[in-house]
């Protein structure tokens, strides 16, 4: 009897393993946007082990927001979370969000608010 639940622990084990080895960090698992002339296209697991999606410009990888960042004009502009920000590209109006210590960007188009990576969508 032990060396039957020893096998059902080990092929368990060897299941779970393998199942870890051949799950990769794509497209299924991240939310990805153009590139254009930023980068290649470049999925990767973060430091948190989170899949996630940038554009691969020589040693960096750069956000959505660091690949599409804001125009110099005043609607763009925060005091408190500049580093949000990103452009609209004609997808809306820049909207702010703030509350106390948190703040969030987006696009605004009628009452929907739209991310980065909804903005400048990868066009398969």
């Known amino acids: 009897m032990n060396a039957m639940k020893t096998n059902l622990v080990l092929l368990i084990i060897s299941v779970t393993l393998i199942y870890r080895i051949n799950a990769e960090c794509g497209k299924e698992e991240?939310?990805?946007?153009?590139c254009e002339t930023k980068g290649t296209p470049?999925?990767?697991?973060n430091s948190e082990g989170v899949c996630s999606f940038g554009c691969k410009d020589g040693d960096r990888i750069l956000s959505c927001e660091e690949a599409y960042p804001p125009p110099d004009q005043p609607e763009?502009?925060?005091?408190?979370?500049?580093?949000?920000?990103?452009y609209c590209a004609g997808m809306g109006n820049p909207k702010?969000?703030?509350?106390?210590?948190?703040?969030d960007f987006g696009c605004l188009?009628?009452?929907m608010l739209f991310s980065c990576e909804q903005v400048h969508f990868a066009k398969v």
């Open 30 to 34: 991240a939310f990805s946007f153009d």
């Open 96 to 103: 702010w969000s703030e509350f106390d210590d948190w703040c």
């Open 109 to 111: 188009v009628g009452d």
């Open 76 to 86: 763009y502009k925060s005091n408190k979370c500049q580093e949000k920000a990103y």
């Open 42 to 45: 470049h999925y990767y697991t």
